[in-house]
Each structure stands twice: as C-alpha cells, then as structure tokens.
C-alpha cells in the first residue's frame, strides 16, 4: 500500500526546506547482472510489439502464429519481418514456453536484457527543466510494477528507480502488465537506495515520500518545485524508516477517511497525474 499510514508519519516536519542529509557524492554504482538479467518470455501484442520497436532491444526468438501474422496491420508485419528471425508456430507451442494461463494472443518473444543505466546516465543534463522520476521501495509485485510503468509512460514520468533487491524481475508477467511501458520508461537498477536518494538530492532533486499520515497535502507542494522524485512504499508496509528519514517531506493524497490506504499502483497513477496538472 502506497499511501500506508505509520505513527511516525505525523510528526514528520513538511515545510519545504530540506533536511541536511550529508549527501553523498559517490560515483553511481552500475549494478552488476541480477534477476533483472534472468530469461523470460514478453508475450501478448503490447508487450512484444513495444520490444520490437524498441532499437535498443534485441530478441533471442521470436514466436508467431499463421493466424497471427496473416491479421496483422502493414506497421506491425513490418516490426516481424524487420527482426528477420521469426518463427511460424501454432499457438499450443508457445502456450508451452510460457508459463501456465499465460494469454499470449499468439504472439511471444525472448528478449535479452537492456543494457544497465545509472542516475547518472539519465538525470541532470538540465538544471531548469521540470522533471520527476519515481522511486520504489520495495514494490515486490510484479503487476503493481508493471502497472507503475504503465501510469509512468502515461504521465511522462522521466525514469522508475528500484532497488537491485527486493524488487521484481522484467518478465513476462510484468512486461504485460506494463502494457509496453518496460520498453519506453527507463528503469534504473540501484544497489543501495538510501544512497541513490542522496544522488537525487545533489542533482536538485526533491524527495517526497507519499504516507497517509502526512500532515501536507501533494498539490500544495507540487507546483512549486521542478525536480521531484516521488518515493512510493512497498504494498504491505509503506516506506520503511531510513527511506521516509531520506525525504526532504512527506505528502498525503486527499483519500476519503472510510479507507486507509491505496494499492501502490493506483496511488503512483493519481500521484503522477497531480504532478503532471500541476506542473
């Protein structure tokens, strides 16, 4: 849950002015190969469609049915026959490379991983431009992931950071979840988060970890800074202490008192939508 209420969150001081949090200026760490890097089938058109048209992905196999190929539109064939090694199979045999139930609409593809990106790599090319970037810890479900990318490419957001542990792998599950967002969001690998929030903050960046307690309210903040990462906690605990400590305020969103928090997901969509009004 996003938006999980802690009793700490109340006395938290939201005044914009950051906290001195002795930021490190390391250099960022590349992570090494993790479960990110693991094998596994994207399938369904958005998910495997948005593979091929991405230049920087490369396919290990791709699978198609007759079916398939013969209904498709003139710009989607040419994504097929641009990868130049295809394969024409009935539906059953990519039924067996995937997972069980997986619906495939006859379509699938093995995907190498992206290369590894840094903060660096990405961020603070233009001290004045308004950007936001989102920051997850410890979102574990590979759908609310996926669901987070897809609110992400929807609202701009400019990257999703996510710890190299405790964080889910690109699959299959959740490339179809992302609806084709893996593909257009970049996704940015860290070893220590702690450490990539105090990257954030000397690029300019200010952290705003959502908690239900918060005694400030997102819009009355938003619109008055340019960078922003916005801090989301993990589904069943909210931010954990040394993350909502690295944030220079907390913000609620204005949910209805009869409930006491939002999936992570649908908390990262509204929040991301009022960062865009706003800005």
């Known amino acids: 849950m996003s938006i999980h209420k802690s009793s700490?969150?109340?006395?938290?001081?939201?005044?914009?002015?950051?906290?001195?949090?002795?930021?490190?200026?390391?250099?960022?760490?590349?992570?090494?190969?993790?479960?990110?890097?693991?094998?596994?089938w994207f399938y369904g058109d958005h998910a495997v469609f948005a593979a091929l048209a991405n230049p920087q992905r490369k396919l290990k196999r791709l699978l198609i049915t007759?079916?398939?190929?013969?209904?498709?539109?003139?710009?989607?064939?040419?994504?097929?026959?641009?990868?130049?090694?295809?394969?024409?199979?009935?539906?059953?045999?990519?039924?067996?490379?995937?997972?069980?139930?997986?619906?495939?609409?006859?379509?699938?593809?093995?995907?190498?991983?992206?290369?590894?990106?840094?903060?660096?790599d990405l961020?603070?090319?233009?001290?004045?431009?308004?950007?936001?970037?989102?920051?997850?810890d410890q979102v574990t479900d590979p759908h609310n992931v996926g669901a987070i990318l897809r609110s992400a490419a929807a609202f701009n957001i400019k990257a999703v950071i996510v710890p190299d542990r405790h964080s889910p792998p690109i699959t299959g599950v959740l490339a179809r979840s992302a609806s084709g967002a893996v593909e257009t969001v970049p996704i940015i690998r860290v070893g220590n988060l702690s450490r990539a929030l105090d990257q954030l903050a000397d690029k300019g960046f200010w952290r705003i970890g959502l908690d239900g307690y918060a005694e400030t309210l997102l819009e009355t903040v938003s619109s008055d800074?340019?960078?922003?990462?916005?801090?989301?906690?993990?589904?069943?605990?909210?931010?954990?202490?040394?993350?909502?400590?690295?944030?220079?305020?907390?913000?609620k969103l204005p949910i209805s008192p009869g409930i006491e928090s939002l999936n992570v997901s649908n908390a990262a969509a509204i929040t991301f939508y009022e960062l865009a009004r706003s800005r």
Request: aromatic fraction near 0%; glycine fraction near 8%.
């Open 225 to 251: 800074l340019k960078k922003i990462a916005i801090v989301l906690g993990s589904e069943g605990k909210g931010l954990r202490h040394l993350t909502s400590q690295k944030c220079d305020l907390l913000a």
């Open 123 to 136: 961020l603070g090319m233009d001290a004045q431009a308004s950007e936001t970037v989102a920051v997850l």
């Open 66 to 120: 007759k079916a398939k190929i013969s209904g498709l539109d003139s710009d989607r064939r040419n994504l097929i026959e641009a990868n130049g090694q295809f394969e024409i199979v009935d539906k059953d045999t990519i039924s067996a490379a995937l997972l069980d139930n997986a619906v495939h609409q006859g379509v699938a593809a093995l995907p190498l991983p992206l290369a590894d990106l840094t903060i660096d």
């Open 8 to 40: 700490k969150g109340g006395k938290k001081n939201s005044s914009i002015s950051r906290r001195n949090q002795g930021s490190s200026r390391q250099a960022a760490r590349r992570p090494g190969k993790s479960t990110a890097a693991e094998e596994s």
